[in-house]
């Protein structure tokens, strides 16, 4: 028996027009009901059903949403597992790497990069 150690990852997987996305569950503070006035827009894509966001908190005291269609679910992953996207790909500040759940490519979000708001003091 091996008593290897093996990093993992809480990732929560929620979906945003048909797409699958994931974020590292530490940054999310709760699911709720999305609100346009602390929102952060739509940096992922419009959602097209239902009233769901991402509750999270890129400064002290502060707490803005991502709006969703639904969450799918939270998955324990290898660190060993994600991929950084490569500079080809065309990367977003927000979209910072990817998983592949079986035969599903999970894009990786950086929920404090998608605050519109936040400034470079903050987000260090």
């Known amino acids: 028996m091996s008593d290897e150690v093996v ?10 027009g048909g797409n699958r996305y994931g974020a590292d569950m530490t940054q999310v503070r709760r699911i709720g009901r999305a609100d346009e006035h602390d929102s952060v827009g739509t940096p ?3 959602p097209t059903s239902g009233r769901r966001a ?9 707490e803005v949403c991502l709006p969703i269609d639904g969450v799918l679910g ?9 991929r950084r996207l490569p500079p080809a790909a065309g990367r977003t500040p927000f979209i ?3 998983w592949l759940d079986r035969d599903q490519t999970v894009l990786l979000v950086d929920l404090f990069s ?4 936040r400034t470079e003091a903050q987000h260090a």
Do not use: C, M, Y
């Open 7 to 16: 990093a993992t990852v809480e990732i929560v997987l929620f979906d945003i």
């Open 44 to 46: 992922l894509g419009a």
């Open 54 to 62: 991402l509750i999270f908190s890129p400064s002290e005291g502060q």
């Open 74 to 82: 939270v998955q324990t992953v290898r660190l060993d597992d994600l």
């Open 96 to 98: 910072i790497g990817a």
């Open 114 to 117: 998608t605050n519109p708001f």
